[in-house]
């Protein structure tokens, strides 16, 4: 399955970003850098991350799910695979 939604351009433009903040990451711990830095920009990465799925799970709410609804078909099972991705990300 695609993923849903037809902005690729904008996620994988928040993609490069987050892929810019680990290798930021990388480069403070390799510099010896101080460890409330660091932790702040392992705040800035994580919730970049979140956000960006949080993009995405909108994207599959409104499009996938929507459409199995709207087909009356697969319903419990898109229900359940976003209670299952719902709880992982609420940890």
């Not at 930021?24 to 101080?34: A, H, T």
């Not at 970049?48 to 419990?76: M, P, Q, W, Y």
């Amino acid at each position: 399955m695609a993923l849903c939604g037809d902005d690729h351009p904008k996620v994988l433009a928040r993609i490069n970003r987050i892929e810019g903040q680990v290798r930021g990451l990388k480069k403070m711990v390799k510099e010896d850098r101080d460890c409330m830095q660091v932790l702040k920009q392992i705040a800035a990465a994580s919730g970049a991350l979140r956000s960006l799925g949080a993009v995405i799970l909108e994207d599959h709410l409104k499009g996938c799910v929507a459409t199995a609804f709207k087909n009356k078909g697969g319903e419990d099972d898109r229900i359940s695979q976003v209670v299952e991705i719902f709880n992982k990300f609420s940890r």
